[in-house]
């Protein structure tokens, strides 16, 4: 049993036990590292309110669980493309890219060494130390959107072997400024 629902004008399938969507075209958006994430945000919430397993009370066990698994699709393409390192994983790995392969090959020994450079100097500077926090997450944050814009621009290339080298990095990066924030209390 399919449910069928139209959506701007787009019939919007969903199959029970169909596997991971194409997320992109799930919210009507180009594939690629950038995107309009304010659309991204309103198809989210259309889709939520259009699709909420809720407004299938009523239907048939099958409807529903239909519903409920297109609802978690939503959710889960969401999580994944409003996050740029998860966005890039996504992409990669929707080519047939091998990260596993890639994370392997490791990163080239410059990167290597800004990165252990980047995560000894926030190990040595204090967390009360909020200047220098500061301009060493701006500093982490350059690399990151370095290693990001090559990501963007392999990708459009079909480069995969560097994207998937400059997505490493990414995931490098995106951890160490998480570390670098100040933790809440």
């Known amino acids: 049993m399919r449910l069928r629902r139209e959506f701007h004008g787009l019939i919007v399938s969903a199959n029970p036990g169909v596997p991971a969507r194409d997320y992109f075209s799930l919210f009507n958006i180009e594939p690629g590292m950038s995107l309009d994430e304010k659309a991204l945000e309103r198809t989210y919430h259309t889709l939520l309110s259009q699709f909420h397993p809720d407004r299938y009370a009523g239907k048939s066990a099958v409807e529903q669980r239909v519903a409920a698994q297109f609802c978690a699709d939503v959710n889960s393409g969401y999580r994944t493309l409003r996050n740029e390192v998860t966005r890039a994983e996504y992409l990669l790995k929707s080519v047939g890219v091998d990260l596993h392969a890639a994370e392997r090959e490791g990163v080239d020994a410059g990167f290597l060494m800004t990165q252990i450079t980047l995560r000894e100097r926030l190990e040595d500077t204090p967390a009360t130390d909020k200047e220098s926090r500061r301009a060493l997450t701006e500093e982490i944050t350059e690399h990151y959107h370095c290693s990001r814009d090559r990501c963007a621009r ?32």
Request: aromatic content about 12%.
């Open 154 to 185: 392999s990708i459009a290339a079909s480069d995969w072997s560097e994207a998937a080298r400059a997505w490493q990095e990414m995931c490098f990066l995106w951890k160490l400024l998480d570390a670098a924030q100040p933790a809440e209390h």
